[in-house]
């Protein structure tokens, strides 16, 4: 099975009956997820009840995008305790924010922690991260299997760097937190993240405000983007 499942799809908190940033991607059995914000692990536990995953990415520090790493670490220690270490690929900062959360179990002893800056291989991915603009050190992720390549731009503003990510890209997962006119140099509005995302074949939309009209912000990408544009939603499956 080659897909990626939409956990969360929020930025800032989750609305009610949704979650915050959180996909899982699928690869000919390896599972690796990708951020894992407010309200994002039950979600997850519905297709690995255990927290059976093969590697977790964290873009960046913010809760938002990384909070419920605290209770997947709770999850392996007690449903998994012999298991091995969930690599646990991520931005400075974050580890910091997990032993915050909950220093015990340490997520040291729970993952193994490694700098996503400096990350060139997950399982059977070719990983490429570039720093993008937001406010605390944020990294941009793509990620290449054979027939399949995923990027990923966790929170970000406007970048040239973004066509390093999206070009030939399958899928395009992208910050798209606001609508109209741009409002921030370090988030992005969903005209800015098609414009980001040319290259692309599909673009993902996602980290919307809470309360925001899905269907305004697709119909604004579309106006930038030639390819298919989906806005992401809690439980949606695409697959390649």
């Given at each position: 099975?080659?897909?990626?499942?939409?956990?969360?799809?929020?930025?800032?908190?989750?609305?009610?009956?949704?979650?915050?940033?959180?996909?899982?991607?699928?690869?000919?059995?390896?599972?690796?997820?990708?951020?894992?914000?407010?309200?994002?692990?039950p979600r997850l536990l519905e297709h690995c009840p255990q927290g059976e995953v093969d590697a977790v990415v964290v873009t960046h520090q913010h809760p938002d995008h990384?909070?419920?790493?605290?209770?997947?670490?709770?999850?392996?220690?007690?449903?998994?305790?012999?298991?091995?270490?969930?690599?646990?690929?991520?931005?400075?900062?974050?580890?910091?924010?997990?032993?915050?959360?909950?220093?015990?179990?340490?997520?040291?002893?729970?993952?193994?922690?490694?700098?996503?800056?400096?990350?060139?291989?997950?399982?059977?991915?070719?990983?490429?991260?570039?720093?993008?603009?937001?406010?605390?050190?944020?990294?941009?992720?793509?990620?290449?299997?054979?027939?399949?390549?995923?990027?990923?731009?966790?929170?970000?503003?406007?970048?040239?760097?973004?066509?390093?990510?999206?070009?030939?890209a399958d899928l395009f997962i992208s910050d798209a937190t606001y609508q109209g006119a741009s409002t921030s140099a370090y988030l992005m509005t969903a005209a800015e993240?098609?414009?980001?995302?040319?290259?692309?074949?599909?673009?993902?939309?996602?980290?919307?405000?809470?309360?925001?009209?899905?269907?305004?912000?697709?119909?604004?990408?579309?106006?930038?983007?030639?390819?298919?544009?989906?806005?992401?939603?809690?439980?949606?499956?695409?697959?390649?």
């Amino acid at each position: 099975m080659r897909s990626l499942t939409v956990l969360g799809s929020c930025g800032a908190w989750p609305e009610a009956g949704r979650a915050c940033a959180g996909f899982l991607l699928e690869y000919d059995g390896f599972r690796v997820v990708l951020d894992l914000g407010y309200a994002a692990l039950p979600r997850l536990l519905e297709h690995c009840p255990q927290g059976e995953v093969d590697a977790v990415v964290v873009t960046h520090q913010h809760p938002d995008h990384c909070v419920d790493v605290s209770g997947l670490a709770r999850v392996r220690y007690y449903e998994a305790p012999d298991a091995p270490p969930v690599p646990l690929h991520c931005t400075p900062g974050t580890l910091d924010v997990l032993r915050a959360l909950e220093p015990n179990p340490d997520p040291a002893e729970v993952f193994v922690v490694h700098d996503l800056a400096s990350t060139d291989r997950i399982g059977p991915f070719d990983v490429l991260t570039v720093e993008l603009p937001h406010y605390k050190t944020n990294l941009g992720v793509r990620l290449s299997a054979p027939g399949v390549t995923v990027a990923y731009t966790g929170d970000s503003g406007p970048s040239p760097e973004l066509r390093r990510l999206a070009d030939g890209a399958d899928l395009f997962i992208s910050d798209a937190t606001y609508q109209g006119a741009s409002t921030s140099a370090y988030l992005m509005t969903a005209a800015e993240a098609a414009r980001g995302a040319r290259g692309a074949r599909r673009l993902l939309l996602t980290h919307f405000w809470p309360g925001s009209d899905r269907a305004v912000s697709v119909r604004e990408a579309q106006a930038e983007f030639d390819g298919e544009v989906v806005a992401a939603d809690e439980g949606l499956v695409l697959s390649f």
